[in-house]
């Protein structure tokens, strides 16, 4: 089993840029697909951005590509979330979550992903 602590959401402007990270602890000898979700009020949770822990691959959802990356840094177990250029429709709880593979299924489905984390808030506003 994996624990997900996220942290850096916070509140910023329209236009700036915002971290967010994930550590795992536990089994974190293991593979995973490590994805960050968000969720606004009122919204489904939508798949951002994932990352594979063993290879470094990425994946990214057509609604942030170009503003949004992702990356892993495996000796701390830490997943980031880079998010430049901030809208409003970004503001959202920002959760990450963790499959072990296989990996046959739609990464943005937040039903195949078992762990979680509590969340961090993101809020873009003037």
């Not at 990356?69 to 963790?98: F, G, I, N, W």
């Amino acid at each position: 089993q994996v624990r997900l602590l996220e942290s850096g959401g916070g509140s910023v402007l329209p236009g700036e840029s915002l971290n967010v990270s994930c550590v795992a602890s536990g089994s974190t000898e293991q593979s995973y697909l490590i994805t960050w979700f968000r969720q606004a009020p009122g919204k489904e949770r939508e798949g951002v951005a994932g990352v594979f822990t063993n290879t470094g691959g990425k994946l990214i959802a057509n609604s942030v590509l170009g503003r949004f990356t992702v990356s892993r840094e495996k000796a701390r177990h830490t997943v980031t979330l880079q998010m430049r250029r901030l809208e409003p429709e970004d503001s959202a709880m920002y959760y990450c979550a963790a499959a072990g593979p296989p990996w046959n299924f739609p990464w943005e489905t937040p039903a195949h992903y078992p762990y979680w984390g509590q969340g961090t808030q993101v809020t873009v506003s003037s």
